[in-house]
């Protein structure tokens, strides 16, 4: 089954303990996105990956980092994380060929930074 | 940069009626995707619908259709015989045809339907 994962589904945490997001996906897409929902804000982009060894940042990269050494694996790092990085965060991928412009989403992981 | 608008945070609507959502986006760009997104309670992200730019024909999926005025830019999404299973958030969003692959979402807009 095609499918993105997220791992974990929720956590709690403290801030300044780093902290490890990943996502997996199984379809071999090349292009692979971090986002962070939040009430009244819809989904902001914070890094995307158009391939192995190739990330930039999206609207909202700050205290995050990003790295994809695999094709499928494309890891969300929180290295000192704050409050204000409680949200619900998802992990999207896609194809650079045709079909590109859909993206599919893992099941979110919700973040509390007490 | 391109922006979305959706400005009814929440509706409601009678089971078996029809609604329509609303969605306005901001871009100087002539081709680029628009797409229709559901988040159940599960919080998971289900596309609904997704429609080309530089088509006419105004996109179709079983109870769920467009209307595409790409002049006006706007893109609503009219859900026909609403099911409870249709009570979700559902968010618009824009993507360019060449670039990123950046998709740009809209604040959302929480549906109700009613028994």
């Known amino acids: 089954e095609a499918q993105v994962t997220q791992n974990p589904r929720y956590l709690i945490t403290v801030t300044g303990k780093k902290l490890t997001v990943t996502c997996s996906q199984n379809m071999n897409h090349e292009y692979m996105s971090w986002y962070r929902q939040d009430p009244g804000l819809g989904l902001r982009q914070i890094y995307y990956s158009m391939n192995v060894e190739v990330t930039d940042k999206g609207d909202v990269p700050e205290g995050y980092k990003v790295s994809r050494k695999e094709k499928r694996n494309f890891p969300l790092i929180l290295e000192s994380p704050s409050p204000n990085q409680t949200s619900l965060y998802f992990c999207?991928?896609?194809?650079?060929?045709?079909?590109?412009?859909?993206?599919?989403f893992g099941p979110g992981t919700r973040l509390l930074v007490l | 940069a391109q922006t979305v608008t959706q400005s009814q945070p929440e509706m409601s609507v009678q089971e078996a009626e029809t609604v329509t959502l609303s969605c306005t986006y901001d871009?100087?760009?002539?081709?680029?995707?628009l797409f229709w997104y559901k988040q159940p309670p599960s919080r998971q992200m289900i596309l609904v619908i997704r429609q080309e730019a530089y088509k006419q024909q105004n996109a179709t999926e079983n109870r769920f259709s467009v209307n595409f005025q790409k002049a006006a830019k706007s893109f609503s999404l009219k859900i026909s015989d609403s099911q409870l299973g249709d009570t979700a958030m559902y968010f618009c969003?824009?993507?360019?045809?060449?670039?990123?692959?950046?998709?740009?979402f809209g604040a959302g807009t929480r549906l109700t339907v009613k028994p």
């Open positions: 871009t100087s760009e002539n081709n680029y995707y």
């Open positions: 969003a824009f993507m360019k045809h060449l670039g990123n692959n950046d998709m740009r």
């Open positions: 999207a991928s896609s194809s650079q060929g045709a079909g590109h412009e859909t993206q599919y």
